[in-house]
């Protein structure tokens, strides 16, 4: 079966920028997408399409997937950005979520 | 507004089923894919099942194939997760969540608040 796999964790200092991976097969050749999830909340989509950003989503929220690696960027982080942060693609007609990252504003 | 409310989770032993219901409203259900995705206590984030809007194309996690069943009722802007046979490792929130439509990636871009599964005896 298909698997993303993500850091654990990424620490920030407010104001700089976190980057998230996300390792996967040749998932450069798939389009993958990015949910945050705040304790005791619901995910949220925050990129889909690799780098577009739905309506509401910040523009300090960027993606780009090239490779085996998709990559999520938060840049200027806040301390509001503090959540787990999961990747998602598509095997066959299966969707497949990372192992998810926690991201602590220090 | 878009709402997506969760009901019917609960406790239920080993072996036993239970019938999850997701009530939509603020948007043309009949129109939307939907997906339901789950969540171990302090795990990541599981792909469940999925169902097109019309219910022509349904799909299982090989985790839930042939205990699961996946259905929808567009006359009431319903949807369902039907759980058999369920485990201990079924434990989890049960979220259903919204098929983005016109996007290539198809992403989740609306999710309920989740319904909690505990399977214990």
């Known amino acids: 079966s298909y698997e993303l796999t993500q850091p654990p964790s990424v620490s920030v200092s407010p104001g700089q920028t976190a980057s998230i991976t996300c390792s996967g097969d040749?998932?450069?050749?798939?389009?993958a997408c990015w949910y945050q999830q705040k304790p005791g909340q619901s995910p949220v989509l925050v990129i889909y399409?690799?780098?577009k950003r739905p309506s509401g989503i910040p523009e300090r929220f960027s993606g780009s997937n090239s490779g085996n690696t998709a990559t999520l960027t938060i840049s200027g982080t806040q301390a509001m950005d503090e959540a787990d942060y999961y990747c998602?693609?598509?095997?066959?007609?299966?969707?497949?979520f990372g192992t998810g990252t926690k991201v602590t504003v220090l | 507004e878009v709402q997506l409310v969760e009901s019917g989770g609960g406790l239920v032993k080993p072996g036993g089923s239970l019938r999850l219901s997701c009530a939509a409203s603020?948007?043309?259900?009949?129109?939307?894919?939907m997906n339901w995705v789950r969540q171990a206590p302090g795990k990541g984030l599981e792909w469940v099942s999925s169902?097109?809007?019309?219910?022509?194309?349904?799909y299982y996690a090989d985790s839930v194939k042939g205990r699961f069943t996946i259905s929808r009722d567009n006359a009431k802007n319903s949807l369902y997760l039907q759980m058999n046979s369920l485990r201990a490792e079924d434990t989890a929130v049960y979220y259903c969540?919204?098929?983005?439509?016109?996007?290539?990636?198809?992403?989740?871009?609306?999710w309920g608040q989740g319904t909690l599964v505990t399977v214990s005896s």
């Open positions: 969540a919204r098929v983005q439509v016109a996007v290539a990636d198809t992403p989740l871009d609306y």
């Open positions: 603020g948007f043309t259900f009949s129109s939307y894919s």
């Open positions: 169902i097109s809007s019309s219910s022509s194309y349904i």
């Open positions: 040749k998932l450069g050749d798939k389009y």
């Open positions: 399409q690799d780098s």
């Open positions: 998602q693609a598509w095997d066959s007609s299966l969707r497949v």
